[in-house]
């Protein structure tokens, strides 16, 4: 058994010290982890008081500042705006005419056929689809 001590670079527990290849999982009841790509095996025993910690962030959803006496003001529409995240065109609005909307793209059909784009309007949040 090649011990972790003769490695070439220091790794994580995760990965073979000596080819860099990801360790397969421990197995319930053996005592060796092997590499699947060199002769390395690691013993079990290297991970007894390992604790792992990992935090998930989330993104926060963005409050919107809507001031009804201000509906029409460029202020209150660069806002909206900017509120979306992605890229915007300009396209008029089926349901209100404004002339800014977002818009994302997916292929939703096979390969071989053009992608679905989606579009948002940024004032009135009304979505359109256009099938290219």
Not at 6 to 11: D, I
Not at 15 to 36: A, D, H
Not at 106 to 114: K, V
Request: aromatic share 10%; glycine share 4%; hydrophobic share 30%.
């Amino acid at each position: 058994m090649i011990m972790s001590e003769t490695a070439a670079f220091s790794s994580d527990l995760h990965f073979c010290p000596l080819c860099g290849s990801v360790l397969p999982l421990p197995t319930v009841g053996e005592e060796i982890i092997p590499c699947s790509r060199c002769p390395f095996k690691r013993n079990i025993r290297e991970y007894e008081g390992v604790v792992e910690k990992f935090v998930l962030y989330f993104n926060e959803p963005k409050k919107s500042k809507s001031n009804t006496s201000l509906e029409n003001s460029d202020d209150v529409q660069e806002s909206r705006v900017s509120e979306f995240q992605g890229p915007t065109v300009e396209r008029h609005c089926p349901k209100c005419n404004h002339d800014i909307m977002m818009y994302t793209t997916r292929q939703t059909r096979s390969a071989d056929e053009g992608q679905t784009v989606f579009y948002t309007c940024v004032s009135c949040k009304f979505q359109d689809i256009e099938y290219s």
